[in-house]
């Protein structure tokens, strides 16, 4: 995940709602501070963080996470497997474990 990249989307998101990194990081419960970090790509984002800005910002959760929403799921099952077939077994589990969770907390915006 390039943290920097979704930071840049959610800085551009943010400034077409005219809103500053203080009221972002006031609707989403956060420090300034942190939102500044999170737009430099400074700081990794957990999912809880993540699904809140998407919902403060109005969009999906693609939004942030892509460059352009993906149609198919097949095929982000398809790259979640190449992503997989290279990882040893512990990485694998940690990955599919946050796919679980991020499946669990996505489906109320599907």
Known sequence: MDYYQ???RIRKIRKAHRLSQDELASK???STTHMSHIETGNTKLSL???VDLADALE???DDL???SPRDSVSST???L???LDGCNAQQAKAILDIAKSAKTALEKYY
Request: glycine fraction near 14%.
């Open 28 to 30: 989403v419960g956060i």
């Open 77 to 79: 099952g398809d790259e």
């Open 59 to 61: 969009v999906r959760v």
């Open 65 to 67: 996470l892509f460059d």
């Open 6 to 8: 979704i930071g840049q």
């Open 48 to 50: 809880p963080v993540l």
């Open 81 to 83: 497997q190449q992503l």
